[in-house]
Structure formats: C-alpha cells, structure tokens
Nanobody
Framework: QVQLVESGGGLVQTGGSLTLSCAASGRTFSNYAMGWFRQAPGKEREFVAAISWGGRRTYYVDAVKGRCTISRNNTKNTVYLQMNSLKPEDTAVYFC??????????????????WGQGTQVTVSS
C-alpha cells in the first residue's frame, strides 16, 4: 500500500516562503508522477503542480506559476513544493498525490490514486 506523508505547512506572512515535503513509501517511487493539490475552505480541491516520474517535466496552475517550484528526489522518495511570494489566497490544505499509472503526468484529481493526509498552509495578510 502506498503511503504519502506531507510536512512543512504552517503560518506565514504575505510575501513569505514555505517548502512542503511529501515522503512516499510502498512502491517504486521513481516510476510515477507526483502532484500537489490544494483545497481552500468551501472550495473544491484543485491542481497546483505536477512532476513527471523522472523529474524532467513539470506543470503548474497559472495562479502559482513563477512563485512555486515542484521537485523530486527519487533516491529519497520525496517530492517537494517550494512556494515563494505567498499570498492570502494561497491559504489552503495542501495534499500530495501519486498517480496510479506508471510514467504518466496528470493534472486532474481523477488521475491520482494515492493521497496524503494534507498539510495546512495559512498566509496572513
């Protein structure tokens, strides 16, 4: 069974930075794309960023382009989301997710099979 454990969330002021981490276990990490999603209060969960199995391709939602960087370390089975210039509208629970299909690169919730428990990011104005 795949397990994903996020860490790194917290409270930060507008303009600040945070780096989220997600440690994976339970299968060959390097064969699968990884993604970050977020869910703000009263809103649906939305795609934030994804990285291909080898780390060469990345995708970002327009709202975070230029401010966030997704990366992965396949030797540590960990994926990261570096977030800079944070805004109050970035406040949400951030979820790490793993694709169910090897060698894919999805940007929709349905393409991701495994999910972490989420980590809260709060940006104060």
């Amino acid at each position: 069974q795949v397990q994903l454990v996020e860490s790194g969330g917290g409270l930060v002021q507008t303009g600040g930075s945070l780096t989220l981490s997600c440690a994976a276990s339970g299968r060959t990490f390097s064969n699968y794309a990884m993604g970050w999603f977020r869910q703000a209060p009263g809103k649906e969960r939305e795609f934030v960023a994804a990285i291909s199995w080898g780390g060469r391709r990345t995708y970002y939602v327009d709202a975070v382009k230029g401010r966030c960087t997704i990366s992965r370390n396949n030797t540590k089975n960990t994926v990261y989301l570096q977030m800079n210039s944070l805004k109050p509208e970035d406040t949400a629970v951030y979820f790490c997710a793993a694709e169910g299909r090897a060698y894919g690169l999805g940007r929709t919730l349905s393409e991701y099979t495994y999910w972490g428990q989420g980590t809260q990011v709060t940006v104060s104005s």
